[in-house]
């Protein structure tokens, strides 16, 4: 018998099961446990450390090691994902409308603000998709050989249906009040600052107030094709290039439905109360209603309305917060200090805008913000 004892061999592959074996357990298919091990922050140094050569093919074997697979979860059936999105989209458009429209028909006044205020703040929550159910237990296949050992024991009631998979929103929680709260002032302070014409400022408010719907579609839209893009890719860096140009459509998507909201309001505005002195027809009537500024505020106002949208149902509520509240603070602090104009609201405005847009071009491309 030799006298030198035997060490054990270390395994990194199965000491990083045994960190992550709930996300394991539970992933459809490799590219979700890639995914969570990348937003866990883990990188191509732990893969090198495990002698792969990424963190997918990691990944692979995690997916072939780890005992209690679910199934592959099956596609939604029929237009539901599209219904409910559609659902929420009116609910939004809803919630706000009604609020800013009673603050234009009944002036700026504090009791008037503050109810108004009440439903936009609540908007986010009220919207919010609820958990997702992953469907019904899967059943337990044999342990392999390099098993972690028997599953912890879960009540009867776990048994009959497994724990909810958290969806991206938060009902009810600080952050998600934080991002009502910035979307009540992006809203409401346009009408509430005194000075200049009025009737193009509320129609301008009544067309963002109405697309807060849009805004919901496209952010939900968004997650529904990441979702399609984390089953389809085969890699991350394949989602990440199927992501690349999705982002920029949804966007665009909801500042051209926005546009046409804008000329309507504008339109509706000529039409119930036209300028004295000549003029063409209703389109350019409407058109020349709001100067290209006010055109050019619009537009970042949709922005600061749609990336938080995005950011929260990509389960980043924090910074669609901190984003809608910057952005509502950029937005009003140069009329609250004496500088009306849409100059300096897009000077702030528009650089909050493109720090969030960045943001959420580097964070909701990876493939953690879709699970």
Do not use: N
């Not at 599209?82 to 989209?89: G, I, S």
């Not at 028997?150 to 998979?165: F, G, Q």
């Amino acid at each position: 018998m030799s006298g030198t004892a035997a060490r054990p061999s270390v395994d990194p592959v199965r000491e990083l099961m045994a960190d992550h074996r709930e996300l394991c357990e539970r992933a459809v298919d490799p590219l979700e446990i890639a995914a969570g091990l990348e937003e866990a922050g883990l990188g191509p140094d732990t893969a090198a450390r495990c002698r792969h050569a990424d963190l997918f093919s990691l990944a692979e074997e995690l997916y072939a090691r780890v005992p209690r697979r679910p199934p592959a979860a099956a596609e939604p059936a029929g237009p539901r994902p599209c219904r409910a999105a559609t659902k929420a989209a009116l609910a939004a458009a809803a919630l706000a409308t009604p609020p800013c429209a009673a603050v234009a028909a009944l002036g700026p006044h504090w009791p008037v603000l503050l109810s108004a205020a009440v439903p936009l703040v609540l908007l986010p929550a009220l919207t919010a998709p609820a958990p997702e159910d992953p469907g019904p237990p899967p059943t337990a296949p044999a342990a392999p050989a390099d098993a972690l050992g028997p599953a912890p024991a879960r009540p009867p009631h776990a048994r009959l249906r497994p724990d909810l998979r958290p969806g991206p929103a938060f009902r009810f929680r600080p952050a998600v009040l934080g991002h009502g709260l910035g979307l009540a002032a992006l809203l409401l302070l346009p009408v509430a600052v005194p000075g200049g014409d009025r009737a193009p400022a509320a129609a301008l408010v009544l067309a963002a107030a109405v697309s807060t719907g849009s805004a919901e579609r496209a952010a939900r839209w968004y997650r529904q094709v990441g979702r399609g893009h984390l089953g389809a890719a085969r890699t991350l860096a394949e989602f990440r290039a199927r992501m690349r140009p999705v982002l920029p459509v949804a966007v665009a998507l909801h500042l051209a439905v926005l546009a046409v909201l804008t000329y309507a309001a504008l339109a509706v505005l000529a039409a119930v109360a036209p300028r004295p002195g000549p003029g063409g027809g209703l389109l350019h009537q409407a058109v020349e209603r709001a100067g290209a500024g006010q055109w050019a505020a619009q537009g970042v106002l949709g922005l600061l309305l749609v990336l938080p949208a995005l950011l929260a149902r990509c389960g980043r509520a924090r910074a669609a917060a901190l984003g809608a509240l910057a952005g509502a603070a950029a937005s009003a602090v140069p009329p609250a200090l004496g500088r009306p104009g849409t100059s300096a609201v897009l000077l702030g405005g528009g650089a909050v805008a493109v720090v969030l847009l960045g943001y959420a071009w580097a964070r909701l491309g990876r493939a953690g913000a879709h699970r």
